[in-house]
């Protein structure tokens, strides 16, 4: 049987979808001959991404679990 999916879980796959076509697109512009604005769009949008992954596999009291 499959466990329904939780809001963290949704709210987490939706952030990695979205840093994924992120990373599409800076590497659709660093290709097409726009590199330094798709080095910072990837750097922008990963950083974004990975702060709020950070923060929420983090607690108040200091232990992620």
Request: hydrophobic share 50%; glycine share 12%; charged share 20%.
């Amino acid at each position: 049987m499959v466990r329904p999916l939780t809001k963290p879980i949704l709210i987490r796959k939706a952030v990695e979808f979205m840093a994924a076509i992120a990373a599409g697109i800076g590497l659709w512009r660093f290709t097409s001959g726009h590199w330094l604005s798709g080095v910072v769009f990837v750097a922008a949008v990963g950083g974004v991404s990975g702060w709020y992954l950070w923060k929420s596999r983090r607690v108040d009291d200091g232990r992620r679990y």
